[in-house]
């Protein structure tokens, strides 16, 4: 069993930057990848970044950035130039032997 907190959600303006923690506990031996997530309401839950237990990232968007501090460190999600648009409970998960665990989320609210 793997458990996930975030944090670092909160209220910023646009053009403003936010850093998300992710952190893992419980089975993190063999985790194989973090992802982060962002959903919306009435919306489906959309990937937006990815890091593999190599170091290989991939975002959907050159503002975001994700990194993890170390092997068994959080996984942080770099948030940059804020948009509006980028308002969304930001989800992080982890896939650990063909499982899925996902944290509570946390809320990003951009402000124009």
């Known amino acids: 069993q793997v458990e996930l907190v975030e944090s670092g959600g909160g209220l910023v303006q646009a053009g403003g930057s936010l850093r998300l923690s992710c952190v893992a506990s419980g089975d993190i031996v063999g985790i194989e990848s973090f992802r982060w997530h962002r959903q919306t309401p009435g919306n489906a839950r959309e990937v937006i970044a990815t890091?593999?237990?190599?170091g290989s990232t991939s975002a959907v968007d050159s503002r975001f950035t994700i990194s993890r501090d170390g092997p068994r460190g959080p996984v942080y999600l770099q948030l940059d130039r804020l948009k509006p648009g980028d308002t969304a409970v930001y989800y992080c998960?982890?896939?650990?032997?063909?499982?899925?665990?996902w944290g509570q989320g946390t809320q990003v609210t951009v402000s124009s």
């Open positions: 998960s982890a896939f650990r032997q063909h499982k899925l665990y």
């Open positions: 890091i593999f237990t190599d």
